[in-house]
């Protein structure tokens, strides 16, 4: 087991992040053969694969996320805490905090328009920490 | 690879169980790193992290999956086997069996308002097994 | 850790396969106590658990899914590429792209109604890769 962990820099408001250039520099290094699994800390923040190119990444995640679970719409979480990112928690807690990649030679067996994404769906920029774990 | 089952009571219909303090317990035993998958046997129930706090809890994560996969709409599945839980296995697929979460020193990494949690959308009232396996 | 592959064919556009038998297969041979990691390449479509049944394979998860995000609303995606399947690669980010899963003796440990399936929702006719590995 190998671990290694970094920071990602997002706008917030459903800003999607690509993490495979940064994922691919690590996993070079150690080699071999495994699964790699990524977990963002934190509970307004999700981890999926999707192609990363403007369209969905710029656009329609973004405007699907604000139809299904929109940020207008009343939650109650926002009552307890006085805040505004109901909407942040629902739409994370469906995308799921993390993903699991297999990898050979160092390298992950995504497809080729298949990225790892950190989608930060808080109301605000933040600096998230994704830990990653390589087992082989 | 070290394995522990354990088993959660809930009310059904969108229940949601914390299951952070009884793994916390079990991996203190455990100790150092690694990570930890969680899996509920069973297509009507799921697992993700939500802060556990009453209002996305007892309300919104509820009224979310409502909105999305209505209780009374219409399901095929429920005319092969002449029941009324057709809402509750698209509600899992989509939210998924299972959960992996990186720990350290015996301790999850998940956020201060991070809980894993099990979400049972069945009609009625269940004992859940919930399968938890340590890869270190 | 031991890695098998295997192909699957599908119909596309929310095309429901069911991975268990195939899967079981392998795990007979392989043995043991672990958990198996599922990964299908390619970002447009996604691989969870459900019941293996007529309504809700063929119907109610198709319809469930055009529900939410239509095949005929208007993507940036498919400004981008000039093609038809933005809705493919949203519904497949939603679901995922992999599932783990515990298994025992050679086993599966998941529930009577609860098979592995690979959704695919491309617009077309696909041969999936589906990468396997398993940690014990």
Redesign the interface.
Known sequence: ?K?FTFEVYTEGNSDVQNLSPQVAKHLRKIGG???L?L?V???TAAI????Y????V????AA?MQK??PDDAT???????NDDN?HS??R???????????F?DGKL???E??QVVLVDFDTRPRKRVV?A?V??
Not at 48 to 51: A, H, I, M, N
Request: no cysteine; charged share 10%.
């Open positions: 087991m671990r053969d495994g699964i699994h977990f800390v934190g509970s999926t694969t999707l192609e190119e403007p369209g969905l710029k656009h329609d995640l699907l299904l679970i939650y109650q979480h926002e009552q307890t805490w109901g928690h629902l994370s807690a469906l995308l799921g905090p993390g993903v699991t990649i297999p050979t067996l995504t497809g328009y298949q830990i774990t087992l082989n």
